[in-house]
DNA sequence: ATCCTACGATGGACAATGTCTAAGTCAAGC
DNA sequence: GCTTGACTTAGACATTGTCCATCGTAGGAT
């Protein structure tokens, strides 16, 4: 995902000290960071970078479909970069723990027309839930 | 659900007119509510019932699996009473209505050995995304 | 190289949601 | 009808997210 700062000034947009700093937060450790957690992190490149800041570009990049927004269950939305290549998430119930999973199947074909009730359905998010090895043997 | 009352006690609970009030709303329409809209129905028929103590019961009828969390992207978690028949959701990205459905084939078989990274994995949740018949329309 | 200007950043107030605590109240057993 | 500990209450507090008026600056124009 180094090419994103690419991407970005293709789409027209202004390539601010503020920008570039998400994006390499972003691309840095694929984990699945929260909004503030991202923010903690760009705070340590460019110390007066702003929440409301972090917050837009976030959400600017979820718009435009760079990033995803996941929300497992835990109060806070997660960030995951992995936006180009459709997957699924498996969590840890005790350590909050998420691993990027694959499922085999296409769970789409998978809900029968008279369980649509007339939506048009685009897409559909799996969360796995269970207990990290981690936290099975402590 | 309208033996809840019973299961209840029969779990040692206090029955109080609070929790019976908060059992009612949720045995009312099976929608959705968040918490907030849990207790204003609720306080309509116990005015003086707190927002904390919605919280309270809300998070213990969770915790013994009377009712499940769904949170698909909104800020505030859902509650759903139709915790006894497993099920699914399908969410209008529009004006955010949510129908249960009930896909066919078992996800959870979908996931192989060599995707779950040594999780002992215990179920999975699954939100199909799509635009319902009236927000086509309109 | 410098200037302009619209787009982006800032910070702080505000809003929404959820949690905690100290003190008062009451359901259920005796 | 007491007693007692579980339950409720009000409100302070915490966390997460949004908005807005103002300021700064990236990048094109000169």
């Known amino acids: 995902m180094s090419d994103l700062l690419e991407r970005l000034r293709g789409r027209g947009w202004r390539m601010t000290a503020q920008r570039r700093v998400v994006a390499e937060v972003l691309d840095g450790d694929h984990v699945h960071l929260t909004a503030d957690e991202v923010h903690a992190r760009a705070v340590t490149k460019l110390p007066e970078i702003s929440r409301a800041t972090v917050y837009n570009t976030?959400?600017?990049?979820?718009?435009?479909?760079?990033?995803?927004?996941?929300?497992?269950?835990?109060?806070?939305?997660?960030?995951?970069?992995?936006?180009?290549?459709?997957?699924?998430?498996?969590?840890?119930?005790?350590?909050?723990?998420?691993?990027?999973?694959?499922?085999?199947?296409?769970?789409?074909?998978?809900?029968?027309?008279?369980?649509?009730?007339?939506?048009?359905?685009?897409?559909?998010?799996?969360?796995?839930?269970?207990?990290?090895?981690?936290?099975a043997t402590a």
């Open 58 to 135: 976030l959400g600017e990049l979820v718009t435009i479909g760079e990033v995803l927004e996941v929300s497992t269950d835990k109060r806070a939305k997660r960030y995951d970069p992995n936006a180009h290549q459709p997957h699924h998430h498996l969590v840890c119930g005790q350590c909050g723990a998420i691993r990027d999973v694959h499922p085999v199947g296409n769970p789409l074909a998978d809900l029968p027309d008279t369980e649509r009730f007339g939506f048009t359905v685009s897409g559909v998010e799996m969360t796995y839930r269970g207990v990290c090895p981690n936290c």
